[in-house]
């Protein structure tokens, strides 16, 4: 193992102080699912203190690349039990989530490298009163005849699934770590399935997403544990984890967009529209993620183990999948 070379400037500096010291934190992500069941989704293969990262993109490209000294490459995982979405006058309960990524950064500015697949996996959420919470009552008569129908209490059902419409950006450590300032923007969209929407009506798009900002709403407790490559807790060991717990994640900052693709060619993307209040301006939705729980884990002092750092750390995440 080839250790760091004994020059490096100002960036490897701050680098290595910022990292080793309280490396970062994400937001929990999104409300409802992109998955049909997180917890046998999310339930993780890797060893010990590795566990969190089990879809972590060590593999990427990029990630492969970071030597540690100028760019370090990270694992980063999030998650809430709970919390509410809300749009317009309509509030949905979210469930769990779990949001992982990869993080290239040089102790001040960070890029986020999204797994395969999706970032964001929950369990999907039933809409509280379904179809005719949504759109009902209503004096419009193609609406009225939607009610009807959907008093029938298999058409009322209706699944809300948030999935990813894009790539975080804007990660910012500091925010991360205190109280108030958004943490990074998580573009977003909505798919709300039902027999009488179809399963391609969404809020929001790649397009047109829907930017959400959570922040922390109180400061978060901070632990940090050492260990070994193979996940075991060692004091000293050149493995860290930064676990950031007990504060709950809003953002009353976001607007949404107009639906579309519900129904047959989208003839009632007006209806969802209509019922919702789409589009909905700033001010008038909100996120809350309770109890929000962070980890972020990778090598103590990255630049140690420059140029090397990413690759090891795949190696290192491959040996403790079991």
């Known amino acids: ?5 004994t020059s490096g400037g100002r960036r490897r500096r701050l680098l290595t102080g910022a990292l080793a010291t309280v490396t970062a934190v994400v937001t929990a ?12 989704e999310v339930e993780s293969t890797l060893a010990g203190n590795w566990a969190p990262f089990d879809r972590c993109p060590v593999d990427d490209p990029s990630m492969l690349a970071a ?18 979405m809300t749009i317009g006058e309509k509030t949905v309960p979210t469930s769990v989530t779990d949001l992982q990524l ?27 009163g379904g ?44 925010a991360g770590l205190g109280v108030g300032q958004p943490i990074l923007t998580l573009p977003v969209k909505i798919r709300l399935d039902n027999p009488l929407l179809g399963n391609h009506c969404y809020i929001g798009s790649e397009e047109e997403p829907i930017l959400l900002r ?23 060991g050149p493995m860290s984890n930064i676990e950031l717990s007990g504060a709950d994640q809003i953002d009353d900052s976001f607007t949404v967009p107009k639906a579309n693709g519900c129904g047959l060619f989208g003839i009632l993307d007006w209806a969802v ?3 919702l209040g789409l589009p909905s301006p700033e001010g008038a939705n909100s996120l809350v993620l309770h109890d929000a729980v962070t980890t972020t884990g990778g090598f103590y002092n990255p630049a140690s183990f420059a140029p090397d750092q990413g690759r090891l750390l795949s190696e290192y995440w491959h040996a403790a999948n079991q």
């Open 214 to 236: 959570p922040r922390n709403a109180s400061q978060p407790s901070l632990t940090l544990t050492r260990y070994a490559p193979d996940g075991t807790t060692q004091a000293g």
């Open 1 to 5: 193992m080839r250790r760091a070379r």
């Open 67 to 84: 030597d540690g000294a100028e760019l370090a490459a990270l694992c980063l995982a999030s998650s809430s039990a709970s919390g509410t």
């Open 131 to 174: 179809l005719l919470n949504l759109m009902c009552p209503s004096d419009i008569p193609v609406l009225t005849s939607l009610c009807e129908k959907a008093a029938d209490s298999k058409l009322n059902r209706v699944v809300a699934t948030v999935e990813p419409a894009g790539v975080p950006t804007d990660f910012n450590l500091t």
């Open 273 to 275: 529209n209509a019922q």
């Open 29 to 40: 992500g999104a409300v409802a699912s992109a998955a049909p069941a997180v917890a046998d």
């Open 102 to 128: 990869g993080l290239l950064g040089d102790g001040v500015s960070y890029t986020s490298v999204a797994p395969e697949g999706a970032g964001i996996l929950a369990e999907p959420v039933t809409v509280p």
